[in-house]
């Protein structure tokens, strides 16, 4: 039998050409693997571009992680995105948003949900 298990990662930064990247460590605790696959949920504002890349571990996500506003909307929106199996370990974790292209957007928190043999 398997259960669920979250971590909140504050992110708090504004993507910009000079300032594109972030990376934010957060644990896993325990000693079990995170089993099957995971997914995120990120809260974004100002994405007007879908060339964005999220990597957990250095693994890239895939796909279009962050979406662009709907008409250019500046308010704060929550994406979704999967978490392939074995990119999650026990222990510690990293987390790195980059920008590619030239908007400017703002990422406020992530929250990285996992299931773990109980």
Same mark, same amino acid.
């Given at each position: 039998?398997?259960?669920?298990?979250?971590?909140?990662?504050?992110?708090?930064?504004?993507?910009?050409?000079?300032?594109?990247?972030?990376?934010?460590?957060?644990?896993?605790?325990?000693?079990?693997?995170?089993?099957?696959?995971?997914?995120?949920?990120?809260?974004?504002? !100002?994405? *007007?571009?879908?060339?964005?890349?999220?990597?957990?571990? !250095?693994?890239?996500? !895939?796909?279009?992680?962050?979406?662009?506003?709907?008409?250019?909307? *500046?308010?704060?929106?929550?994406?979704?995105?999967?978490? *392939?199996?074995?990119?999650?370990?026990?222990?510690?974790?990293?987390?790195?948003?980059?920008?590619?292209?030239?908007?400017?957007?703002?990422?406020?928190?992530?929250?990285?949900?996992?299931r773990e043999n109980a």
């Open positions: 039998m398997a259960q669920s298990d979250f971590n909140l990662v504050p992110i708090n930064h504004k993507f910009t050409v000079t300032a594109p990247t972030k990376t934010v460590s957060f644990p896993i605790e325990g000693t079990q693997t995170p089993v099957d696959d995971g997914y995120l949920v990120i809260q974004v504002k !100002g994405v *007007q571009l879908s060339s964005h890349q999220v990597k957990i571990n !250095g693994i890239h996500l !895939g796909g279009s992680d962050l979406l662009p506003a709907p008409l250019n909307s *500046q308010a704060w929106l929550c994406w979704m995105d999967r978490i *392939q199996p074995n990119v999650l370990k026990a222990g510690g974790n990293d987390i790195t948003i980059t920008r590619i292209g030239d908007d400017d957007f703002e990422i406020g928190n992530v929250v990285v949900n996992w």
